[in-house]
Structure formats: structure tokens, C-alpha cells
């Protein structure tokens, strides 16, 4: 039995948007995939239309693996269908984590629980018109990440363009002065994006969520 995490996720609202710039911006996410979300030898991004899922033992990083995620895609704006104009594109995300019986060579068929936690809670978010989840075995656990997740919603909501922007490379290791660079821009102002972004709720967020998978057996 080994624990791992689960993420399952798919694009809301699809079918607003552009066909060839959504297939654009998919096809970039492979990229990433086999760097940052992935470690070596685990199934890689497994993309199906609007969605898609991927898996890690890496417990430690599965959070801001998901934060990664949610903030590739709110950084960007793409072209909506039959119309010149572009709109912000956005992702649900349902995070589980729990054990398996082994690791399957290619995810979308397994039946371990994680895969199967991640996917019926991705099934209801719609309805519950959340964005992200966490998901485990044990309820009492599931309650504090539904609460906390509902906070973390209305925070995700509040991102620009450009305060995910940071996020994207933030969370990913680079410095401050490493992102100014990157993005042109002074210290100060990357700093003051970080800030509005509610980083430090996040980085709050993430060392809760590993106190409690810690504790799952």
C-alpha cells in the first residue's frame, strides 16, 4: 500500500471558448506536466477534451501542485467562440489523497481510492458550484477541507491576470527578483501582487493540509 494524491480536473465552462485556442492552451499544460506536477517514472497528464488527471506520490507537494494548476490557467486569457474578444480561463480542481494497492502504469482506468475520490467529488463540484476540493478517506477531515476550500474559492475568485501570474512562478520555487526579471517588472511590484494574491494564506493553507495527510493511515 503506498499513499499518493490524486488530482482530477476540468475546465469550466469549455464550451465558451474558441476550439483551436482551447486545444492551444491544453497542449501547452503538457510541458509543465513533465516537470513540475510529475516526478520521473509516475503516469504522466492524461488529457481527455476538458479534462484531465494525473497522480504523484510527492504527498508533500500535491497542494501547491494543485495551486500550480489553478493558477496556469488564471493567468491566461483565450479567444471565445465565434467572437474576437478573449475572456480568463479557469479550472475546477478536486485534490484526493489516500492509499493504493499498487501504482497503476496509466491513470484513467484505475479503481484504487484515490482515483475514485478525486473523480466522484470533481462529478458534484459543478453542482455545488465549487472550484477546488480536497477529498480523503476519513470524514472528519473532508469537513475542515470543505470549509477551508470554500475559503480558498473566494480567494481564487479575486485573482487577476497578473497576481496569478506571480503565483504561477511563485509556487514553483523562483525569488522575487528572480519573477521581476522574468516578468519586467520591479521587486516592489511583484511583492505587492504576492500580497494581494493572499500568498501567505495559502502557504498557511498548504501546512495545514500536510498536518492532516500525515495523519491519515
Given at each position: 500500500m503506498e499513499k499518493i494524491a490524486v488530482i482530477s480536473s476540468d475546465i469550466i465552462n469549455s464550451s465558451q471558448f474558441d476550439e483551436q485556442a482551447f486545444l492551444n492552451t491544453m497542449h501547452v499544460l503538457e510541458e509543465p506536466a513533465g516537470t513540475y506536477l510529475t516526478n520521473k517514472g509516475e503516469p504522466v497528464l492524461s488529457s481527455r477534451g476538458d479534462s484531465?488527471?494525473?497522480?504523484?506520490?510527492?504527498i508533500q507537494h500535491s497542494f501547491m501542485k494543485a495551486i500550480?494548476?489553478?493558477?496556469?490557467?488564471?493567468?491566461?486569457?483565450?479567444?471565445?467562440?465565434?467572437?474576437?474578444?478573449k475572456a480568463p480561463i479557469d479550472i475546477r480542481i478536486s485534490l484526493a489523497v489516500?492509499?493504493?494497492?499498487?501504482?497503476p502504469d496509466h491513470i484513467g482506468k484505475s479503481?484504487?481510492?484515490?482515483?475514485?475520490?478525486?473523480?466522484r467529488a470533481l462529478?458534484?463540484?459543478k453542482k455545488k458550484k465549487q472550484s477546488f476540493i480536497i477529498t480523503t478517506s476519513h470524514e472528519e477531515y473532508n469537513k475542515e477541507f470543505e470549509l477551508i476550500c470554500s475559503f480558498l474559492d473566494h480567494l481564487f475568485n479575486g485573482?487577476?491576470?497578473?497576481?496569478?501570474e506571480v503565483i504561477y512562478y511563485l509556487v514553483q520555487g523562483y525569488k522575487q527578483k528572480e519573477i521581476a526579471g522574468i516578468l519586467n517588472l520591479s521587486q516592489p511590484s511583484v511583492s505587492n501582487r504576492i500580497q494581494l494574491a493572499n500568498w501567505n494564506l495559502i502557504e498557511k493553507t498548504n501546512r495545514r493540509f500536510l498536518e492532516i495527510v500525515e495523519k491519515i493511515d
Amino acid at each position: 500500500m503506498e499513499k499518493i494524491a490524486v488530482i482530477s480536473s476540468d475546465i469550466i465552462n469549455s464550451s465558451q471558448f474558441d476550439e483551436q485556442a482551447f486545444l492551444n492552451t491544453m497542449h501547452v499544460l503538457e510541458e509543465p506536466a513533465g516537470t513540475y506536477l510529475t516526478n520521473k517514472g509516475e503516469p504522466v497528464l492524461s488529457s481527455r477534451g476538458d479534462s484531465f488527471q494525473l497522480m504523484t506520490v510527492d504527498i508533500q507537494h500535491s497542494f501547491m501542485k494543485a495551486i500550480y494548476l489553478k493558477s496556469f490557467f488564471k493567468k491566461q486569457q483565450i479567444g471565445l467562440k465565434d467572437e474576437r474578444e478573449k475572456a480568463p480561463i479557469d479550472i475546477r480542481i478536486s485534490l484526493a489523497v489516500g492509499y493504493a494497492k499498487e501504482i497503476p502504469d496509466h491513470i484513467g482506468k484505475s479503481m484504487e481510492e484515490p482515483f475514485v475520490l478525486s473523480g466522484r467529488a470533481l462529478d458534484q463540484m459543478k453542482k455545488k458550484k465549487q472550484s477546488f476540493i480536497i477529498t480523503t478517506s476519513h470524514e472528519e477531515y473532508n469537513k475542515e477541507f470543505e470549509l477551508i476550500c470554500s475559503f480558498l474559492d473566494h480567494l481564487f475568485n479575486g485573482w487577476t491576470l497578473a497576481q496569478a501570474e506571480v503565483i504561477y512562478y511563485l509556487v514553483q520555487g523562483y525569488k522575487q527578483k528572480e519573477i521581476a526579471g522574468i516578468l519586467n517588472l520591479s521587486q516592489p511590484s511583484v511583492s505587492n501582487r504576492i500580497q494581494l494574491a493572499n500568498w501567505n494564506l495559502i502557504e498557511k493553507t498548504n501546512r495545514r493540509f500536510l498536518e492532516i495527510v500525515e495523519k491519515i493511515d
